[in-house]
């Protein structure tokens, strides 16, 4: 089984390391790529700590930065996040994800898959035009609607002890791939361009030392059309590590650093965050994003109580990129996924008319001596005498 499991973690990686390698190929300029919203922070945790995320990846949002932290839902997970932009732009997710019935093709765990769909709105555009009258004709369009499909999969494939300079660290990997069906509309565009495309995504954590390191690869696939020009999707490559540690009594400290290269567009972008766990009930973070346009510090807080979890983040950067984001989560703890297994049919299970006579004559039994009957025993050494 484990060398069943290196191949299968060996060329999903292969693969993945094979699309990097590919994408970077037909790179053009900032702001050549089309459907600019997938580059967007989609998760409040990760936003409040400047979207470092590809090493953490351990709840639902990991849709959006590696699916391969999909394999680390144990039980299902339902969240909805809304987003408020520069002016009237905004964006809402919806998401959900859950274990699935049965061992992953690893046949060390359950794997787990997620669905979700993203809704984009870039404002409105108002048109005018003077009229050969000098009256002036005003209206009003939507200046673009994004939408995204999206639904994964991810499940753990390696697991062993692994000395490490006599220390003997426990190793989990995940390997993770996403599907999506992207819509863009422009200006309420009769015959708005779609497309396909895939995201992959690889996790290794070591959960003694704390430490945990991420890759993942977004938005490979064609491009969209719009009229007569084609323009291409906004390949992400994500870089990331991430270290865990516990302090004080319930409370813990996590740092994440990410490196995102925007492959289509030849730009990059370095992310660092932390996250305080205070008594498990209060998450207080602090990011910073680097090297980019939209650089500056963005902050946030969680709230959890029992199942339920609200997060909040803030951008403190240049006034046209900030943005807010709130999010509502809840995990089903109580729900347990059973595992399916399938009936197993027996081909000698025939009806017993069916079976040769010699087959349904009746087995042979053992017979036991009979016990004799109390009362009435007798004895060769005994005799009356007269």
């Known amino acids: 089984m484990k060398n069943l499991t290196s191949r299968f973690f060996n060329a999903g990686l292969a693969a993945a390391l094979a699309a990097a390698l590919c994408a970077p190929a037909y ?3 900032p702001g050549s790529a089309g459907m600019q919203v997938l580059k967007t922070d989609m998760s409040p945790r990760a936003s409040g700590m400047g979207g470092a995320f590809a ?5 639902i949002y990991s849709l959006n930065y590696n699916p391969a932290g999909l394999g680390r839902l144990y039980v299902p997970e339902i969240s909805a996040m809304h987003l408020s932009g520069f002016d009237d732009s905004s964006l809402q997710q919806a998401s959900y994800g859950m274990p699935l019935p049965f061992i992953g093709l690893a046949g060390l765990e359950k794997p787990a ?6 809704m984009a709105s870039a404002g409105t555009f108002d048109y005018k035009y003077i009229m ?9 369009y939507d200046a673009q609607k994004d939408i995204a499909l999206t639904f994964g999969y991810g499940e753990k494939v390696f697991s062993d002890d692994v000395n490490l300079e006599g220390y003997n660290a426990r190793i989990d ?8 069906y992207l819509r863009s509309v422009l200006l309420e ?3 708005p361009p779609s497309t396909f495309a895939f995201d992959a995504g690889w996790l290794i954590v070591a959960p003694k030392l704390g430490l945990s390191a991420g890759a993942s690869l977004a938005n490979l696939g064609g491009g969209l059309k719009y009229g007569s020009e084609v323009t291409r999707l906004p390949t992400i490559l994500r870089l990331g590590l991430a270290y865990e540690r516990p302090t004080i009594m319930d409370q813990s400290l ?12 030849s730009l990059k972008s370095l992310r660092f965050g932390l996250e305080y766990h205070f008594e498990k009930i209060f998450n207080f973070r602090l ?6 346009d939209n650089k500056g510090i963005m902050t946030g807080i969680g709230v959890h109580y029992e199942d339920m979890s609200l997060d909040v983040s803030l951008g403190l950067g240049n006034e046209v990129y900030n943005a807010s984001q709130v999010a509502f989560s809840y995990r089903f703890s109580g729900v347990n996924i059973k595992e399916y297994r399938k009936k197993i049919t027996f081909r000698d299970a025939e009806p017993e008319e069916a079976k040769p006579a010699k087959a349904r004559q009746p087995a042979k039994t053992e017979r036991k001596p009979a016990k004799p009957a109390k009362g009435n025993k007798t004895d060769s050494d005994f005799f009356w005498i007269n």
């Open 27 to 29: 790179a053009g300029g």
């Open 55 to 59: 090493a953490v990846a351990d709840d």
């Open 113 to 118: 898959a997620g669905l979700s769909l993203m």
């Open 132 to 140: 050969p009258d000098g009256s002036i004709l005003s209206k009003s």
């Open 173 to 180: 990997q995940y390997l993770g791939m996403n599907v999506k």
């Open 189 to 191: 565009d009769k015959k």
């Open 254 to 265: 996590l740092l994440a650093a990410d490196g995102d290269f925007y492959m289509a567009e």
């Open 287 to 292: 990011g910073y994003k680097a090297a980019e």
